[in-house]
Nanobody, 121 residues
Framework: QLQLVESGGGLVHPGGSLRLSCAASGRTFSQYGMGWFRQAPGKEREFVAG????GSVTHAKGRFTISRDNAKNTVFLQMNSLQPEDTAVYYCAAVLRYGFPGDQARIYDYWGQGTQVTVSS
């Protein structure tokens, strides 16, 4: 079992930045591919970024960067130049897969509770 807890969300003005964190329980964190997804009201959950277990392979939407610190069992999402359309609940997810985990939500086995990001003036 893996438990995920997101933090770092909040209210930010357009053009601002936020850094989300996702802390994972367990001793085998490096064996999990990790992803960030978001879901806005009335919309489907969408892929934002993913990273392989060792951090060597990443993929993220243009203004976002994903990274991880396996020594601290934590994955990060750096979000820059935020716009109102980035407003959503952001979720951290994990799958027991060492390589790049992919962008499909259905393949992920573990999910955090989500953290709200609101971009507004």
């Amino acid at each position: 079992q893996l438990q995920l807890v997101e933090s770092g969300g909040g209210l930010v003005h357009p053009g601002g930045s936020l850094r989300l964190s996702c802390a994972a329980s367990g001793r085998t964190f490096s064996q999990y591919g990790m992803g960030w997804f978001r879901q806005a009201p009335g919309k489907e959950r969408e892929f934002v970024a993913g990273i392989s277990g060792d951090g060597s392979v990443t993929h993220a939407k243009g203004r976002f960067t994903i990274s991880r610190d396996n020594a601290k069992n934590t994955v990060f999402l750096q979000m820059n130049s935020l716009q109102p359309e980035d407003t959503a609940v952001y979720y951290c997810a994990a799958v027991l897969r060492y390589g790049f985990p992919g962008d499909q939500a259905r393949i992920y086995d573990y999910w955090g509770q989500g953290t709200q990001v609101t971009v507004s003036s």
